[in-house]
């Protein structure tokens, strides 16, 4: 999930709470951890002679929150890390007829989805015509037919290059054409470390092609393949690899690449309504690649507020907003900071990430300005 970030710089007055969440939760939580000197500066604080700012109401008087504790809030919404998606699509003769329609509807419909708005998405057609370059080369599948782009922009040059193609070839040269989006996918990664970055396989079959043995493997190995995928998910920083396998795809192949890959199991399609069913595996997978990271405020990075007055609030579908704790062993739920004493990123914990890759919506707000609630 990607959000914009918005900010509303406000000063609590006594007695006086902003409401983003449950009030007694953030009441009890915040009770006694700030002070009036904690606040942020801006020119959008209030005195106690002053209107309070919209969004601040006065808590039942039986709250318990001490007029002394009250502290400046700075409330924004987590801009996410961004995510860099090469899309290796299966383009074999296989695919030809209904699959292959199916495919650029449901692929359409994913691009032209605001929920992943600003994910950068490149896409590259395997096999590749036949040239002179040797059919083994990784190389010559590194770089995609369309350049990675943020969506919405790119989606018109990708839906282009799908219109432009068409199923051909005999051979399903998965080895080649994973190995080579691979290591655009480490470049990529390389180049933009605060980046994340992937790879997704998407196939009707399973291996078949190059001929022969390369560098001394069989290209046509799944344990070849995946260990190929093991390689980019132990990089650093790690590159996994999902896998969505249409109707025809050899299961244990793909489930046996996309656990290498670092992903759990591969998305499969069945032939009962291939492009709602394609476009559902990738909202599933690309909701799953966004990672669970967010940006330091500017505010923190600055040093105006101390990586000790940061909280983080999490907001699932249409519920009430609950205060999450800092837990820097991520034993439970909670979030941590990636460089503890020198953050670039708010990182969730694996079983709040799980919950919130489980929603179909979910928020990510982060509050400035009082003392960090650890667990």
Known sequence: MRYSRRKSAMRSLPFRLLLVAPLGLLTAALHGACSPDSGVSGSTATTGDQEPDAGILDPPPDTGLDPDAACALVTEEAVSVPLN????????????GDKWASAKV?????????????????????????DAVPACDQNAYKEPTV??????DSAAAIVQALEAEAPDGFNTPIYPALGGALLKGIEVAQNNPDQASAVLLVTDGQPQ????????????????????ASTGAEYNPPVFTYVIGLPGAAQTFANQVAAAGGTGQAVLVSATNVAAEFQDALTKV??????????IPSEVESGDVAITSVNVLLTLGGGEPALLPQDATCDGAGWRYDVPGNPSHITLCPATCATLKEQDSAKIQILLGCSTIIE
Not at 85 to 96: G, T, V, W
Not at 106 to 124: C, M, Q, Y
Not at 286 to 295: K, S
């Open 286 to 295: 690309t909701g799953e690649a966004l990672p669970c990271e967010y940006e």
């Open 147 to 152: 350049a990675y782009g943020p969506l919405p």
């Open 85 to 96: 998606l090469y899309i290796l699509l299966d383009k074999s003769s296989s695919m030809a």
């Open 209 to 228: 092609g190059p001929p022969g043995t390369c560098s001394g493997v069989n290209p046509e190995d799944p344990a070849v393949i995946a260990n190929l």
């Open 106 to 130: 449901g692929l359409t419909a994913f691009l032209n989805d605001a929920r992943f708005a600003g994910t950068r998405v490149a896409l590259r057609f395997f096999p590749r015509d036949a």
